[in-house]
C-alpha cells in the first residue's frame, strides 16, 4: 500500500471542508483498502468519515427509512424492522462478503464498491474503466463476468445491497459543500460503461455518499434477495436475485425483478416482471419470470452457464419471497 | 510392486541398505494384519539391540491411545511462534521485485532508486533461480541474468528497515525486459510452432515430498518425454478383451495456498548462518543453503518451531531462503523474507493439470487385461506432471502401457503436492473402473475385490459393505426425482511405503526424572511432536504431556524431511529405541544405589521392579533420584525395516454422499465414510484429523480450486484467496472416518504415515462416481464448478454399450 | 498469444506514465491518482496538496501522516502506543510494531480471517482495519482472550478436540467462535458455521472446530 495522509473526521462538515481540496473518502475502508494493497489505487490523502457519528444509524420516518451511510451491513442485517418490512435488504447485506467483513463494511460503501473485474482488480491491467482503451475480459478469462447489457465493459456490478435496493426503489442522498444535499434514485445513480467509462456512478468527487432513503414498502409485499456463488462460504455472485411482490391474496399486484451479477449496472427485468404482475406465484409462473429476465442476454466466450443460472435463481427467490419455497441452500450461507 | 516410472522417489525416502542387521540378532514374533480381521503373528529377524515387541495397541497406555496434541495450548492461545513471527534484534525486512512478464530476458536491473530510498539496507539482483527446470545444455541461453519464464519469477530484492520501505523501494527496481514469445495453455503448447518455454532439454529434479521428473527423457518442443513404462503388448490384450473402457479426462492446476507463506528469516553471521524457516525439512534447507553458499554443513543451523502448512511444497531454501541469506550476508542484519499472498500462489509451486487418455480392457469376469494411460501434464516450467501411480499400483493387470508428458508452458514450477499425481490419476482410473464393472454388470466393490490384491483394503471394502452409509446408495443412477438428486459414490486409493534412514534422535533422562526427546524433524501440523511424546511416555510411564519435545532444529540429531508420508513411519522407531536404549541405561545408573545389577530391575508402566524383590516397587520419578549420574542420553537412527523384501503399499477407501443440484450446477457433498490405513495409528486422534483434512482439502480440489492464467498476458488472474476458491465452513460434510490398524511387522514401532492416502487422492474419483449415481453422467472434467456441471448435465446422454 | 505487450509493467523502465502525469491538471491529477500515476507526479501533488490541507483544517478533524507518528492503542485493556504511520493495518501495528504475534495475516485481504481481532467485541479483519481506526476502541487480540492467564473455556475445547493442525488459522478461528459464543451462548451447528464462514483453515480442520465450539455452548455459557 502507498503512503498517504488521513484527515480522521468527526463530523460531516469537516469531512466536507477536507473533501474540497480534493481526497479520497474512506468509510469502512474494505474495497478501499483492497484497491490500494492490489496497487490499482493509490491516493496520497484519505478523507476519514468512519468516525462521524451522525452518519450511522437507521431510522424509521413517516413514508420509510433512513439509513446512515457509515451504518454496517451487519447492522442492517439484524435489524428487525429491516428483516420484516425490507427482507430483501437484510437478505442482502446478510450474505455480502464474511461476517467479519460485514461488521466493518458499511452501506455506503457496499453501494459506491467499484467494479467485480479481475482484470479491473489487478494493477498489470490497464483497462477502458482506467483511462485506457482496451477491455481484456472479452478475450481472455469470462467464466464470472457479465452477460448482458454491458456494452463496452463486461464487469458485474459488485454492489449486493444496491440490487435490492434498486428493488426497494431507493433513493440515494449526496452532500457536498458547495451544493449541500442533493438525492439520486438509484435506478440512475450508476453510470453504465458506454455513457462514461471511466466513471461508475454520479457522485461527484467533492460530494460523500451520507443517507440512503427508502419508501415504505406498499402493504402486502414480500421480498428476499438471494445470491448463487461457487461455493456457499464467502464467494461473489456468479448468479443473483432481488425479488419484491406486492400481492394481493395471492395475485401479484407488481413485481420488482433486480439482478446484480449479469451486467455492469444492477438492473431491472420489466420483462420477468410482466410476467409475474397480475399473476397468482406459482413455481411455473416464477420460472417463466425467470426465463423471461434473460431476454436480450449475449453471453460471452466462458460464461453461458451464468444464462442458466439466473432463472434459477430468480424462480427460487420469487418462490422464497411468497413464502413457498425455504431459503436455498445453494445460496449463500 | 513397482513404482510407476515417471515418480521420482529420491534417494532419501527409499530403504537404502537391505537386510535387517550384520550384527546380532534375535527372532521374535510379530503381530501381522488387522484386529478382528486378519490379526495372526509372524516371526522376524531382528537386531538384539532392538526394544521388545511392542504389544497391539490394545495393550498400551499411551501409544495408539487418543492424546491430546502436545502444542495445542501453545497454538490455542497465539503462543506458538511461526517463521513469520520470529522478529530479531535489528531485523529487516525484505521485499522481491517479480517479473511481469511471462518470458523475457532481462537487459538490465536498475537498483538505483531504490538503494538510496530511506530505510533501505541492501539490494540483492537474483543470478540464480532455484526452483524451475534447468536446460541440460546451459550454453544454450546466453544471459547475465536468470531468463524469465512465468510471471512471478523473483527478480532482486530488498532489505529495508520496515516492511513500509522495503514494499516502497522494491517498487523503485527498474526493469528492462527483452520479451520472448511465451505460451501458458497446454493445449496451444502442445503445438508444433508453439513458442518454446526452454531452447533446449530441461529437467526438474524432485525433493523429498516427490515430484520432478526422470532425467534424460526425450523432448520435443515443450514436450518433455514420454516417460514410458510397458509390460506385456497390451494392444493385443486390448484385441482379446471383452471390454474395453476408453476415456478422457481433464484436471486443473491446483496451488498449495498453505495459510502461512514460503519464508524465512535468515541470520548471517560469520561464525554461523542461521534460518528460521517455514519448511517441511529442516535438513533440505540446511543442505541447500551449505551447497548454495558452499558453507560447511556445520555452519548452518535451520530452526522451525511451528510452521503453517506445506503440503509439499515447502522443501529446500528457495529463492526466498538463498535471497534472504544473500541480503543478510550483505547487510550485516537478520533479514525476514515472508512471501505475500500473490506470490505464493505464481512462484512456489502448484500440482500440475493433467490430460488423460485411459484405457482399460477386461474379460468378463473382470479380470484386467490391459491398462493404457497416455497423460500430458503441465507443471509450468518444471516437470512432474505424471500421475499413473494409481493405474500402475492399484489394480492387478495382465499388461501395461503407460506414457507420461510433461508440457513445458511459462507458469510457475510446480512442486511436489500431497500425493503428487496421485489425485489426477486416481480421478480417471476409479471413474472408469467404475464403468467397467458396470459394463460388466458387476457389483462395484465385487469387480474392486477380484482386481485388487491389497489385503488391507479387502478388509476396508467389507467394512464398507455393511455400512449404512453404503446401504443407503441407490442401486441404479438418477433414481430422484426433482432438481436435487442424491448419489453415493466411492473411490479407492494407494500410497508407498517410503522411508528415509536419515530420522534419528536423542533421548535424555534426567535426574529429576524430567525426559526430553530432540530432533531436527519439523512438526508441519500432522503431530509429530506428540507422537515422540507417546513413545517416551509409553517407556517410563510418565503423561506425554511431562515429556520435552524439542524439534524443527538442526542442533539436533537428523530428522526426516516431512513429504510422501515419511516422517511417523521413519522417525519413530529411531525414537522408540533410543527410549528403549535409554531406559536399559537409566537403569543401570539407578542400580549401584538400589544394591542390584541392572539385569534385575525392570520398569513398566511407569514402576522400577526388581526381580528378585531387592526393595518395593518404586516410581520412576524417585528411582531418577537415585541415578548415579545427572544425564543418560541414548541416540537411536532408524534402521531398515525388518523384511525390507516386503514392499508395502497403503490405501483407503472413501464413500462420499453428493447431493447436486441439477438446476444451478451445485454439488454439495453431504458425508464422506472414509475407510483408511496407516499401519499402527499412533495417535488416532492426530491420523482422524489428517484424514478430515485430506478429504476437505479433495472436496476443494475437485469442486472449487483452479489456476486461472489469463491466455494472453500470462498473468494469473486469481491469486488470491476469493477468487482462487477455497471449501470454507460451509462446505464441510460430515466426515466419518473409519481406521484399520493395521500391523506389518516392520519396525519398532509398526508405524506408518496418512499425510498422503488421507483423502485427497480419492476424492475427486469419489464424489464424480456420486454424482453419476445421482445423475446417470459422467463428469471427467475438474474442477467442477456450476458451468462444468451445468455443461455435462446439457449434453444428451449417451447409450450405454451393454455387454 | 505470443509476443503481445503486457498490459503495464509497474517494474519496467518502458512506462509512459510519468510523462504523461506531469501534464495532468490538478483535477486530472486526482482523477488519475486513482489510477496509476508515476510516482514524480504524485509526490509533487501530495506537497503543494499539504499546504492547502493543512490551512484548512478544522476543529473536527485529526490529522495523520503521510510520516510515522505515535498511536495510542487500548489492547486487551492497556495502552500502548505505536509510531506508525497512517498506512499502518492494525494488524501490522499488533504483529511488528507490537510483537503481538498471535495473529496472523495470510491472504491480507480480508478473506481467510487468520487476523481476526475484536474491535469493542466486533471481530474484524485487522488487516483490512487501519490501525488510527482502531483509536479509542477497545481491542482484544488472541493474546488477551485468556484473562489472568486462565485459559478461556474455548481454548481448551479447541485442545480437547484437536480442533487444529498446523495451527496457523487457530486463533482467528478462536476469535471469530469465541465472538460467537459472546453474542449466542448456545449457538446450533449451522450458526458455527456462519460464524467462521470468513475464516479458511487449509488442514482441514472444520469439523473438529465445530465440535469444539459446540462442546463449548453445550457446558457452560462464557465469561461475559
Known amino acids: 500500500m502507498n503512503s498517504f495522509s488521513l484527515a480522521d473526521c468527526t463530523s460531516l462538515e469537516s469531512a466536507l471542508s477536507e473533501l474540497k481540496s480534493g481526497a479520497v473518502v474512506k468509510a469502512g475502508g474494505v474495497d478501499l483498502l483492497d484497491r490500494m494493497k492490489n496497487g490499482t489505487d493509490t491516493p496520497t490523502r484519505l478523507v476519514n468519515i468512519r468516525r462521524i457519528s451522525e452518519l450511522r444509524g437507521i431510522h424509521e420516518t413517516s413514508d420509510g427509512l433512513t439509513i446512515g451511510a457509515l451504518t454496517t451491513l451487519a447492522e442492517i442485517a439484524d435489524d428487525p424492522t429491516i428483516r420484516s418490512q425490507y427482507t430483501i435488504l437484510s437478505d442482502a447485506c446478510g450474505h455480502a462478503a464474511t461476517p467479519h467483513i460485514r461488521n466493518m463494511a458499511t452501506i455506503g460503501g457496499n453501494v459506491l464498491q467499484e467494479l467485480q473485474c479481475w482484470y479491473f482488480r489487478s494493477a498489470e491491467f490497464q483497462c477502458i474503466r482506467k483511462g485506457k482503451e482496451q477491455c481484456f475480459a472479452f478475450s481472455g478469462l469470462n467464466q464470472y463476468h457479465a452477460i448482458m447489457d454491458y456494452g463496452g465493459c463486461p464487469s458485474v456490478a459488485p454492489s449486493s445491497g444496491a440490487v435490492a435496493l434498486l428493488a426497494l426503489n431507493g433513493t440515494i442522498e449526496l452532500t457536498s459543500a458547495a451544493r449541500g444535499k442533493r438525492m439520486v434514485a438509484i435506478k440512475d445513480f450508476y453510470i453504465h460503461p458506454d455513457a462514461n467509462p471511466h466513471r461508475f456512478n454520479v457522485k461527484a468527487d467533492d460530494e460523500i455518499l451520507t443517507a440512503i432513503h427508502i419508501p415504505q414498502p406498499a402493504p402486502g409485499t414480500r421480498s428476499a434477495y438471494q445470491k448463487y456463488g461457487e461455493k456457499e462460504s464467502h464467494d461473489w455472485a456468479i448468479a443473483d436475485a432481488g425479488i419484491l411482490l406486492e400481492m394481493d391474496g395471492d395475485q401479484c399486484k407488481r413485481a420488482v425483478v433486480t439482478m446484480g451479477a449479469a451486467s455492469p449496472v444492477v438492473r431491472r427485468s420489466q420483462e420477468a416482471e410482466a410476467v409475474l404482475t397480475g399473476k397468482r406465484i406459482t413455481e411455473q409462473t416464477a420460472r417463466a419470470a425467470g426465463k423471461a429476465a434473460m431476454t436480450g442476454a449475449m453471453p460471452l466466450s466462458m460464461n453461458a452457464y451464468k444464462v442458466q443460472l439466473f432463472p434459477v435463481a430468480i424462480y427460487r427467490t420469487v418462490l422464497l419471497a411468497a413464502g413457498q419455497m425455504e431459503r436455498d441452500p445453494s445460496a449463500a450461507g | ?803 | 498469444m505470443t509476443g503481445n505487450e503486457p498490459p503495464s509493467d509497474r517494474h519496467s523502465d518502458r512506462s509512459a506514465n510519468s510523462t504523461t502525469a506531469k501534464k495532468l491538471t490538478r483535477r486530472g491529477f486526482l482523477k488519475g491518482a486513482g489510477i496509476t500515476a508515476a510516482s514524480t507526479a504524485l509526490i509533487e501533488g501530495v506537497q503543494g496538496f499539504q499546504q492547502e490541507a493543512l490551512a484548512a483544517t478544522p476543529e473536527h478533524v485529526k490529522e495523520y501522516g503521510p510520516e510515522a507518528a505515535p498511536v495510542t492503542l487500548h489492547i486487551n485493556g492497556r495502552e500502548h502506543t505505536v509510531r506508525i504511520e497512517p498506512r499502518t493495518t492494525l494488524a501490522e501495528a499488533l504483529r511488528v510494531e507490537l510483537g503481538m504475534t498471535g495473529t496472523k495475516i495470510s491472504c491480507d485481504r480480508g478473506v481467510c480471517s487468520s487476523c481476526t481481532v475484536w474491535l469493542d467485541k466486533m471481530p474484524v479483519n485487522s488487516c483490512m482495519t487501519l490501525a488510527v481506526d482502531a483509536v479509542d476502541h477497545q481491542i482484544t487480540t488472541i493474546e488477551g482472550l485468556s484473562v489472568d492467564n486462565e485459559v478461556h473455556p474455548l481454548q481448551e475445547a479447541f485442545v480437547r478436540h484437536d480442533a487444529m493442525q498446523c495451527g496457523f488459522c487457530t486463533p482467528g478461528m478462536v476469535m471469530s467462535s469465541a465472538a460467537l459464543l459472546e453474542r449466542n451462548p448456545h449457538p446450533s451447528e449451522a450458526d458455527v458455521r456462519m460464524a467462521v464462514s470468513g475464516n479458511l483453515c487449509r488442514c482441514g480442520t472444520y469439523p473438529k472446530i465445530f465440535a469444539a465450539v459446540l462442546d463449548v455452548s453445550s457446558h457452560q455459557a462464557t465469561k461475559a
Request: glycine fraction near 8%.
Open chain 2, 1 to 803: 510392486m513397482a513404482i510407476h516410472p515417471t515418480e521420482v522417489i529420491p534417494d532419501a525416502l527409499m530403504s537404502s541398505s537391505a537386510g535387517a542387521s550384520d550384527a546380532a540378532s534375535k527372532t521374535v514374533k510379530m503381530p501381522i494384519g488387522i484386529p478382528d480381521f486378519t490379526l495372526r503373528e509372524e516371526e522376524r529377524i531382528v537386531p538384539d539391540s532392538e526394544p521388545p515387541v511392542l504389544p497391539l495397541n490394545k495393550d498400551l497406555k499411551y501409544i495408539g491411545k487418543p492424546t491430546e496434541r502436545w502444542d495445542g495450548r501453545a497454538k490455542a492461545t497465539g503462543r506458538a511462534r511461526y517463521t513469520a513471527d520470529v522478529q530479531l534484534p535489528g531485523m529487516l525486512y525484505a521485499k522481491f521485485v517479480n517479473a511481469s512478464v511471462p518470458h523475457a530476458k532481462i537487459l538490465s536491473v536498475d537498483t538505483s532508486a531504490a538503494e538510496s530510498h530511506p530505510g533501505v539496507k541492501g539490494v540483492h539482483v537474483i543470478e540464480k533461480i532455484l526452483g524451475n527446470a534447468v536446460l541440460r545444455n546451459p550454453s544454450l541461453e546466453q544471459s547475465r541474468y536468470p531468463l524469465v519464464r512465468y510471471v512471478g519469477q523473483p527478480v532482486a530484492a530488498v532489505a529495508a528497515t520496515s516492511p513500509q520501505a522495503a514494499e516502497d523501494a522494491a517498487a523503485k527496481i527498474k526493469v528492462k525486459y527483452e520479451p520472448l514469445p511465451f505460451v501458458v495453455d497446454m493445449d496451444l503448447a502442445r503445438e508444433a510452432d508453439a513458442p518454446l518455454v526452454f531452447p533446449g532439454a530441461a529437467d526438474q529434479a524432485g525433493t523429498a515430498g516427490g515430484g520432478g521428473s526422470a532425467g534424460g527423457l526425450t523432448q520435443t518442443g515443450n514436450v518433455h518425454g514420454p516417460a514410458v513404462h510397458k509390460v506385456g503388448d497390451a494392444e493385443q490384450a486390448f484385441k482379446e478383451s471383452d471390454v474395453v473402457v476408453d476415456a478422457h479426462y481433464t484436471t486443473q492446476v491446483q496451488t498449495h495456498s498453505a495459510l502461512e507463506t514460503h519464508g524465512v528469516v535468515a541470520d548471517w553471521k560469520p561464525e554461523m548462518l542461521t534460518v528460521y524457516a517455514s519448511t517441511q525439512g529442516t535438513a533440505s534447507v540446511r543442505e541447500e543453503c551449505a551447497a548454495f553458499f558452499q558453507l560447511p554443513m556445520s555452519k548452518v543451523r535451520v530452526i522451525t518451531e511451528y510452521m503453517g502448512g506445506g503440503f509439499g511444497a515447502k522443501f529446500g531454501a528457495g529463492n526466498p531462503g538463498v535471497v534472504a541469506a544473500a541480503l543478510s550476508r550483505k547487510t550485516g542484519a537478520p533479514v525476514r523474507l515472508m512471501l505475500d499472498r500473490q506470490e505464493e500462489h505464481l512462484s512456489v509451486g502448484n500440482r500440475p493439470s493433467s490430460d488423460q487418455r485411459l484405457r482399460i480392457g477386461a474379460k468378463k469376469d473382470g479380470t484386467i487385461t490391459a491398462i493404457q494411460l497416455i497423460s500430458y501434464g503441465t507443471a509450468g516450467c518444471g516437470t512432474g506432471a505424471g500421475c499413473a501411480g494409481p493405474a500402475t499400483n492399484l489394480y492387478k493387470w495382465a499388461t501395461l502401457h503407460v506414457e507420461e508428458n510433461d508440457v513445458f508452458t511459462n507458469a510457475g514450477p510446480a512442486a511436489a503436492f500431497r500425493a503428487p499425481g496421485h489425485p489426477q490419476g486416481a480421478f480417471a482410473l476409479e471413474q472408469s473402473i467404475d464403468e467397467l464393472a458396470e459394463r460388466l454388470n458387476m457389483d462395484l466393490l465385487d469387480l474392486r475385490d477380484r482386481i485388487d490384491e491389497n489385503p488391507v483394503r479387502r478388509v476396508q471394502r467389507q467394512i464398507i459393505r455393511e455400512s449404512a452409509i453404503w446401504k443407503s446408495r441407490h442401486a441404479t443412477p438418477n433414481t430422484d426425482a426433482g432438481p436435487i438428486k442424491r448419489g453415493i459414490g466411492l473411490s479407492q486409493s494407494v500410497w508407498y511405503r517410503h522411508l528415509t534412514m536419515e530420522s534419528a534422535a536423542e533421548v535424555r533422562v534426567h535426574k529429576d526424572g524430567s525426559l526430553e526427546v530432540l530432533s531436527a524433524v519439523q512438526d508441519i501440523g500432522s503431530g509429530i511432536k506428540t507422537v515422540l511424546a507417546q513413545i517416551l511416555a509409553e517407556q517410563f510411564g510418565v503423561p506425554p504431556a511431562k515429556v520435552e519435545v524439542k524439534v524443527g532444529d538442526t542442533n539436533y540429531p537428523v530428522g526426516p524431511n516431512s513429504g510422501g508420508s515419511v516422517t511417523t513411519a521413519s522417525l519413530t522407531p529411531a525414537v522408540r529405541d533410543a527410549a528403549w536404549q535409554a531406559s536399559q541405561k537409566f537403569l543401570a545408573s539407578i542400580a549401584p544405589s538400589l544394591g542390584t545389577s541392572a539385569s534385575d530391575l525392570s520398569l513398566n508402566e511407569g514402576m522400577v521392579r526388581s526381580k528378585s524383590n531387592k526393595f518395593q516397587p518404586m516410581t520412576f520419578r524417585s528411582a531418577a533420584a537415585r541415578m548415579n549420574t545427572d544425564q543418560v542420553t541414548a541416540q537411536a537412527k532408524r534402521i531398515p525395516d525388518y523384511d525390507p523384501k516386503k514392499y508395502d503399499t497403503y490405501g483407503g477407501v472413501d464413500v462420499a454422499e453428493v447431493a447436486v443440484d441439477t438446476e444451478t450446477g451445485r454439488i454439495h457433498v453431504k458425508h464422506v465414510y472414509a475407510v483408511h490405513d496407516c499401519g499402527r495409528p499412533m495417535n488416532p486422534t492426530q491420523v482422524i484429523s489428517q484424514i478430515n483434512g485430506g478429504v476437505i482439502q479433495g472436496v476443494s480440489y475437485t469442486l472449487f480450486e483452479h489456476r486461472l492464467l489469463d491466455p494472453n498476458y500470462g498473468i494469473m488472474v486469481n491469486a488470491n484467496l476469493d477468487k482462487y476458491k477455497i471449501a470454507g465452513s460451509f462446505e464441510i460434510p460430515k466426515i466419518e472416518v473409519v481406521l484399520t490398524e493395521s500391523y506389518i511387522g516392520q519396525s519398532s514401532t509398526d508405524a506408518s504415515g496418512i499425510g498422503e492416502a488421507a483423502g485427497i487422492i480419492s476424492a475427486g474419483a469419489a464424489i464424480a462416481n456420486a454424482f453419476y449415481n445421482a445423475t446417470g453422467v459422467r463428469i471427467r472434467q475438474l474442477p467442477m464448478t456450476p458451468a462444468v456441471v451445468l455443461a455435462a448435465l446439457n449434453k444428451p446422454k449417451p447409450q450405454m454399450e451393454a455387454l
